[in-house]
């Protein structure tokens, strides 16, 4: 079992309100991604990070922001959440191997009313 | 452009059968192919990823996928299926212009039915 942390698991919002997901490996690794994942759907990356203080946008517009202060950690933040939000949100960090598979974290299931 | 594609949704298997899941591939160069799993309320768990070599990999749990350059395929095969095995199972590809990047495919569940 990977040591990826999602929290929390599960979140019922409002509209309008600002949340962060956290998200923690405690592997060492550089590279974090953010993926969207509707329920049993394709997951679209909408941010990665290369390092501290690297962040990057993925293919899917989003009007999330990360940040990536510390190697191990990578919280998403929304700042208005909407409606449209409502999704889950994966997290997953890579090693700096060629290879590069990814380990995941559990997950944040988001609903926004 | 790069990508993969699941063509089944489902697919649905009797215990103690062969299963098979499948995947094709658009990529520019040699790919870097991945399988995942999925079970309920959880995250994706890496299966087993081909980069080069046999085209006959293995992974966990029994599964192991052939990869296939005259047909863009990289299908995941199980010879033997067990009802713990039902899950949803993806497909990915690395970008290979841009390392830190991978595609995953639309998913496929399978369910094995005792």
């Known amino acids: 079992e990977a040591d990826i942390y999602q929290t929390p698991r599960y979140l019922v919002i409002g509209t309008g309100k600002k949340i962060t997901l956290e998200c923690s490996q405690t592997?060492?690794?550089?590279?974090m991604y953010w993926y969207q994942q509707d329920p049993g759907m394709e997951l679209h990356l909408i941010h990665y990070?290369?390092?501290?203080?690297?962040?990057e946008k993925g293919d899917l517009s989003s009007e999330s922001t990360v940040s990536r202060i510390r190697t191990e950690h990578f919280p998403l933040t929304l700042e208005s959440a909407r409606p449209s939000h409502t999704s889950q949100y994966l997290c997953?960090?890579?090693?700096?191997?060629?290879?590069?598979?990814?380990?995941f974290g559990p997950g944040t299931r988001l609903t926004v009313t | 452009a790069q990508s993969v594609a699941q063509p089944e949704d489902q697919v649905n298997v009797a215990e103690g059968n062969p299963l098979t899941v499948k995947c094709t591939y658009s990529?520019?160069?040699?790919?870097?192919l991945f399988w995942y799993v999925q079970y309920p309320n959880r995250g994706l768990q890496f299966l087993l990823k081909?980069?080069?070599?046999?085209?006959l990999v293995k992974g966990s749990y029994g599964f192991e996928a052939e990869f296939n350059k005259s047909q863009t395929s990289f299908h995941l095969k199980k010879p033997s299926a067990l009802v713990s095995d039902s899950a949803l199972y993806f497909c990915?590809?690395?970008?290979?212009?841009?390392?830190?990047?991978?595609?995953f495919g639309s998913g496929t569940k399978l369910n094995v039915k005792p």
């Open positions: 997953a960090s890579a090693a700096d191997r060629e290879s590069g598979e990814q380990y």
């Open positions: 592997m060492g690794h550089d590279k």
């Open positions: 990070s290369y390092g501290v203080n690297s962040t």
């Open positions: 990529v520019s160069g040699n790919p870097y």
């Open positions: 081909y980069i080069t070599g046999d085209n």
């Open positions: 990915a590809v690395r970008d290979m212009r841009n390392f830190n990047k991978f595609y």
